[in-house]
């Protein structure tokens, strides 16, 4: 029901844009968040945007680098990522919560009810 597709291998400096389709449920109603995992690390909140998209929050260590958004006319939710680094290097998720709260002030992983598997995103140095 969540499907995350745009990952890749670049070169540092470079930029994707991740998209996350949503499909089974009422999209325009959820928080999306985008989540990431490196080998041998934990997962970690990176972005989430509110059903209206009017509020998001970044994580400290992709501010000013990555830009979320979403089309709820085509539940899509977008990262956009520039100036990317190595230690961008992770599998990248989505997941939708109902609950408005899952993205005020950071990103909870816990009470999403929708988890779309992840695109893998390189950073080469």
């Known amino acids: 029901q969540l499907q995350a597709s745009g990952g890749g291998l670049v070169q540092a400096g470079g930029s994707l844009r991740l998209s996350c389709a949503a499909s089974?449920?009422?999209?325009?109603?959820?928080?999306i968040g985008w989540f990431r995992q490196a080998p041998g690390k934990e997962r970690e909140g990176v972005s989430c945007?509110?059903?209206?998209?009017?509020?998001?929050y970044y994580a400290d260590s992709v501010k000013g680098r990555f830009t979320i958004s979403r089309d709820n006319a085509n539940n899509t939710v977008y990262l956009r990522m520039v100036s990317l680094k190595p230690e961008d290097t992770a599998v990248y998720s989505c997941?939708?919560?109902?609950?408005?709260?899952?993205?005020?002030?950071?990103?909870?992983?816990?009470?999403?009810?929708?988890w779309g598997e992840g695109t893998q995103v390189t950073v080469s140095s």
């Open positions: 997941a939708a919560g109902l609950d408005q709260r899952l993205c005020k002030g950071s990103i909870y992983f816990y009470g999403m009810n929708y």
């Open positions: 089974g449920f009422t999209f325009q109603y959820y928080v």
């Open positions: 945007i509110s059903s209206s998209g009017g509020s998001s």
